[in-house]
């Protein structure tokens, strides 16, 4: 009894000091990053918030976030929900392939997807080919640009396409669900009534109020993610600015005394605002998600499907649309590495050669070979996994614990805390190492595990929202059983936990190793010795050349080539390995 | 016009079902006239659901079997006439009790008058008080009840009602079907009540007919 006691008390310190050091590890950089931006700008918080307007450059970084997020999360809608609709209406053969493909993007690096969209607008690329030239902005795209007035058109046109293209599958994934598991008879039942008589009752009675919470959630989701996103944004639009953007463009020179004061203005300011944008963001998201599930999963997904047969023609060409768009900008990258553009007498000639495979694997026209960053990206791959696993899983179980013993105030604080760095974007957890850490104690840039850092506190809450209702679902029966065979704790533990876990776990671990791999913003603000960049900072290097050497871009196809392999391969590992479940769900 | 033609609610002539070539019943008739309440007894899996369904437009009929009010209903949309209620009470979990009653209102009344319909509707089937309830709060009988308040004020030309009270316990399924029949009869409503059980069948009904004398094949589904 005393054992089990002082077993449970050093279990219990350990859980406690784990929340409290990720929670620090958190909030900490930031904080001192705060304030050594305010000691070297000389303005409080609250007044550099209030001065936010009166800084040009963050005001119309503002205006572009905000308007380029509205425009991405509408056409992410516009092109999800039809997805999300035929998914989870009707019997699809092989429906977890479809599934596993529409949620490729969503996994893949940034870097990889900007490659794609790079790829896909660019001189020769297929939308020239069919006369839409969103990189030069001629034809139809030059007429829209001199009819709107407004600067740059092709470049947003991409850009919101990109982020649509990133976040369909949160769309499916959040709202096929709910569509597959819904009760058929109350589709029917409200047809039979007469508020539900007509299609437009239908939709206000029975389909707004069902579905409405989960493409809510998946918005506002998609919001936070088009809000902070950063390598798109980089490559897509480079003459305009986000606010994350432009944060880590100033972060370079901000934080440092009597030099560029400017920037540490801007960076201050911003900061505040986007965390005061994001905490309200993630606030809505996590009301709407709660609301969300109270209506979903009411009856089996393959009964509810049954009844409703197979899809029609239109469905199918949806799906296949759908597959063909997701697919697209990866097969491009593919290609992209293997052509060789180059300009003879005026003409231009594509050839198909393995040159800038070559060159990749040797380090040309970078500081690192693609072996080499690749190596590097590994590292700090596995590291990342190492620790994210442990502390998500100790989270995870704080938290079911707390749940168990009915403190769920504490069992609500503590989930909060590991979702913490999903409210700071990748590029403040970036600059609140930077700012916070490396500024205060300049001798730490040369630690080459830096990078590991912010990696670790991006993938975290993944794993916590992985492994907690896995743990949740463990049935104590098994310890109980176990422990009265006489097992030791070890085996019993073996046997009655870590066996019911393997899946989620094998889940965690791919997606940890596949986010680390291609995570950018935060590796990009705070990788200073180049040999150890990784592999997305390698590719943005070399798309960052002057492309007088025809090989530098395909060198840099190549290089995502091999990330997007990579993180493709991890995916298919961890949905082979995920816990089968009704609906998709995440 | 025959006066008893033009007393019928509905009329179904030699109906037959198949589902992936398994025959669910052939050659069914039926003749319901206004405000009758028959019950149809039969075992179960015999196809009395799947034939409520077919006559609601749920489910896929050929042409020229089943007449509402003597129109030919096979493959058009007649939702908001005809009522059905099944078996399971389908209320839903996003509203409370009395926005699942207003569901059944063809008026668009403003928020007191619509507070009124509830309440009478609710005090009418022996639940005064009960709109503010959440659904999840409710037993068996009591969310049966509801149901059946929604479709008395929907007030269809027909009300089907497909084994209602079967996840009732004996007592409750005899108390509520005989209060059925009241309220049904004080509303002068046309009934169709399918069911496996005879006692049941009689409290309802003003007449019972056998599943067996409607169709002249059978077999179970």
């Not at chain 1, 579905?211 to 390598?231: E, K």
């Not at chain 1, 704790?489 to 671990?509: E, M, N």
Request: overall charge positive.
């Amino acid at each position: 009894m005393l054992i089990s006691k002082e077993r449970n008390i050093i279990s219990n310190s350990i859980q406690w000091t784990v929340v409290f050091a990720f929670g620090l590890s958190v909030a900490l950089p930031l904080l001192y990053a705060i304030i050594r931006l305010e000691s070297v700008t000389g303005i409080s918080s609250l007044d550099s918030i209030i001065s936010f307007f009166e800084l040009p450059e963050a005001k119309e970084a503002l205006n572009f976030t905000i308007l380029e997020s509205l425009f991405s999360v509408s056409l992410t809608l516009i092109l999800g929900l039809p997805l999300a609709w035929q998914l989870g209406r009707y019997e699809w053969k092989h429906i977890s392939i479809i599934r596993s493909l529409l949620s490729i993007p969503f996994v893949m690096p940034a870097i990889v997807a900007a490659m794609g969209f790079l790829a896909l607008i660019g001189q020769g690329g297929p939308l020239s080919k069919v006369g839409i030239d969103l990189r030069t902005e001629s034809g139809v795209i030059g007429k829209i640009s001199s009819l709107t007035g407004f600067e740059n058109t092709g470049h947003f046109i991409a850009l919101i396409i990109a982020h649509a293209w990133f976040n369909i599958s949160l769309i499916v994934r959040m709202v096929e669900p709910t569509l597959s598991t819904m009760d058929p008879r109350w589709e029917e039942q409200i047809k039979l009534l007469p508020a539900g008589s007509t299609r437009f009752g239908r939709i206000k009675n029975l389909w707004l109020p069902f579905i409405g919470p989960a493409i809510a959630c998946a918005s506002a989701l998609c919001f936070v993610f088009t809000f902070t996103s950063f390598a798109l944004v980089k490559w897509l639009t480079p003459n305009n600015s986000t606010l994350e953007s432009l944060m880590a463009e100033s972060g370079g020179t901000a934080g440092i005394y009597n030099y560029r004061v400017d920037t540490s203005e801007i960076v201050l300011a911003i900061c505040l605002v986007q965390l005061i944008i994001l905490i309200t963001a993630l606030g809505l998201t996590s009301r709407l998600q709660r609301k969300h599930s109270l209506r979903h999963a009411m009856v089996s997904e393959s009964s509810a499907r049954n009844s409703r047969g197979k899809p029609n023609a239109f469905g199918k060409i949806i799906i296949t649309v759908g597959l063909i768009f997701t697919l697209l900008p990866l097969m491009l990258v593919i290609l992209s590495s293997f052509i060789v553009r180059t300009i003879k007498d005026g003409k231009i000639s594509n050839e198909f050669t393995f040159d800038a495979w070559k060159g990749a694997w040797n380090g040309d026209n970078s500081t690192l070979s693609i072996s080499e960053a690749l190596s590097n990206s590994l590292i700090y791959a596995l590291i990342t996994l190492i620790f994210s696993l442990t502390i998500g899983w100790i989270m995870a179980s704080s938290i079911h614990r707390l749940e168990n013993s009915g403190k769920m105030k504490s069992a609500k604080i503590v989930d909060m805390v590991s979702m913490a760095p999903l409210a700071i974007s990748a590029v403040m957890i970036g600059l609140g190492i930077l700012l916070g850490i490396l500024r205060w104690i300049p001798t730490m840039f040369n630690w080459f595990l830096i990078p590991v850092i912010p990696h670790i506190l991006l993938t975290t809450p993944f794993v916590v929202r992985i492994m907690l209702p896995a743990i949740r679902s463990l049935d104590n029966s098994f310890e109980e059983q176990a422990k009265m065979l006489g097992l030791s704790p070890i085996k019993v533990w073996i046997h009655s936990r870590l066996s019911f876990l393997l899946g989620p776990l094998a889940v965690s671990g791919s997606l940890i190793i596949a986010f680390s791999l291609g995570e950018f913003g935060a590796t990009w603000i705070l990788v200073r010795s180049g040999s150890w960049d990784t592999l997305s900072i390698l590719i943005d290097q070399l798309m960052g050349q002057p492309k007088f050497d025809p090989l530098v871009y395909p060198m840099a196809m190549a290089g995502a080539t091999v990330l997007m392999t990579l993180t493709f391969v991890l995916f298919l590992l961890a949905e082979k390995v995920r816990p089968n479940g009704e609906g998709s769900g995440f | 016009m025959d006066k008893n033609i033009s007393k019928r609610v509905i009329e179904i002539k030699n109906l037959d079902k198949e589902f992936d070539g398994n025959r669910i019943f052939n050659n069914l008739n039926l003749i319901v006239e206004e405000n009758q309440i028959i019950a149809i007894l039969g075992p179960s899996g015999c196809g009395k659901t799947t034939m409520l369904r077919m006559i609601c437009g749920l489910e896929n009929c050929d042409g020229d079997s089943i007449y509402f009010k003597n129109q030919d209903i096979c493959g058009s949309d007649i939702y908001g006439k005809i009522g059905l209620i099944f078996q399971k009470p389908i209320l839903f979990p996003h509203l409370n009790v009395g926005r699942n009653i207003l569901l059944g209102s063809k008026l668009k009344g403003d928020k007191k008058s619509n507070m009124e319909i509830v309440e009478r509707e609710l005090e009418f089937i022996g639940l005064p008080g009960f709109a503010k309830r959440k659904i999840e709060s409710l037993s068996g009988g009591e969310a049966q009840r509801v149901v059946l308040a929604r479709a008395l004020l929907a007030n269809p030309e027909l009300l089907l009602l497909d084994e209602p009270f079967s996840a009732l316990d004996v007592k409750s399924r005899r108390s509520l079907a005989k209060e059925t029949r009241k309220f049904l009869k004080s509303r002068k409503m046309t009934a169709i009540h399918v069911t496996h059980d005879k006692n049941e069948a009689e409290l309802v009904a003003d007449l019972v007919l056998n599943w067996e004398e409607l169709c002249s094949q059978n077999k179970t589904d």
